[in-house]
């Protein structure tokens, strides 16, 4: 997919892209039987899915700031891992995107995580020249949901194996997370939505132009395939919560026309619903460029 870029009232966005991966086709649908997901996202022959790793730039015209919106799974992998989740480089990477758009990793002022999974934050810690760890953006402030901080400092067993060590300690270790809680405003227009189910504390980044909105879904929306309220990954630590997130942000979206950037979808980067919360459907898919 190309990248594209848009005007949205004092900030401009811009959609880079860093890869694609591959993961398993019944973890990402739960209990959902793989004879109904399976129509909507075909699988390779070990049962796994294509999924992007799509992220969001946006300057602010208001402020000069320049934040990344979670980062890609990263380069600093070995092989064995690389073939296990089928990580594909050869279209785009963070900073092939960057410079696509006239921009360098020295550029970016904020890094926000959605949450701390390796294919969100991945790609904020890299080798550097001596081969040891260091992060991609050194500058930045790192900023992370109170509660996502903690559940990583404190990991449950089920979803601990999504919080790897290369990426987390090097960010504990460098003094740049910054904590924020529900409610938490960047700056004027630039606000967040907080949901549960899928880990504890995952912010959704809200932009807001005049009556006009849009939502980095991240993991509660992770592909249109998910719109079914019962269609939950089986990576979320709390799978009825979920539910109850996607009926309450859902419901917002089709009331308020608020349009969703999609972090993993291969086919679609951004969407609007319809219909009903009960049976949401994509009203209208197109790019920032179509904004």
């Keep these: 997919m190309a990248l594209s870029k848009a005007q949205f009232g004092n900030f401009r966005l811009f959609t880079l892209e860093t890869g694609t991966f591959l993961l398993d086709g019944g973890s990402m649908f739960g209990v ?23 992220v969001m730039l946006v300057h602010s015209a208001a402020t000069g700031r320049v934040y990344l919106i979670d980062s890609g799974i990263g380069h600093k992998f070995d092989v064995k891992f690389e073939k296990i989740y089928g990580l594909d480089f050869s279209g785009y990477t963070l900073e092939s995107s960057l410079e696509y758009h006239g921009f360098r990793t020295s550029d970016i002022t904020d890094v926000v995580f959605t949450h701390l999974h390796f294919d969100h934050c991945g790609g904020a810690v890299r080798h550097g020249d001596d081969g040891q760890p260091e992060l991609t953006f050194p500058k930045a402030p790192h900023w992370v ?4 901080w903690d559940n990583v400092l404190h990991p449950n067993e089920r979803e601990s194996s999504s919080f790897l060590p290369e990426n987390i300690e090097p960010l504990r270790e460098s ?3 910054q904590l924020v809680d529900d409610g938490h405003v960047y700056e004027p227009g630039f606000e967040i939505v907080v949901v549960e189910g899928h880990t504890p504390g995952q912010q959704l980044p809200l932009l807001i132009d005049g009556n006009r909105k849009l939502l980095f879904a991240a993991d509660l929306l992770p592909t249109t ?23 309450r942000v859902f419901s917002r ?4 026309n608020i349009l969703l950037f999609l972090e993993h979808d291969p086919h679609h980067e951004l969407v609007t619903l319809g219909e009903t919360p009960q049976r949401p459907s994509v009203a209208w898919a197109g790019t920032l460029d179509d904004l």
Excluded: Y
């Design 32 to 54: 959902v039987p793989k004879t109904l997901w399976s129509r909507l996202l075909e699988c390779d022959e070990r049962n796994r899915v294509l999924l992007t790793a799509r």
């Design 145 to 148: 949901h109170t509660a996502q």
């Design 175 to 177: 003094g740049q997370i």
């Design 225 to 247: 395939s998910h719109l079914p309220l019962p269609w939950v990954m089986g990576f979320d630590t709390r799978p009825l919560l979920t539910l109850e997130d996607k009926k």
């Design 253 to 256: 979206c089709i009331r308020e």
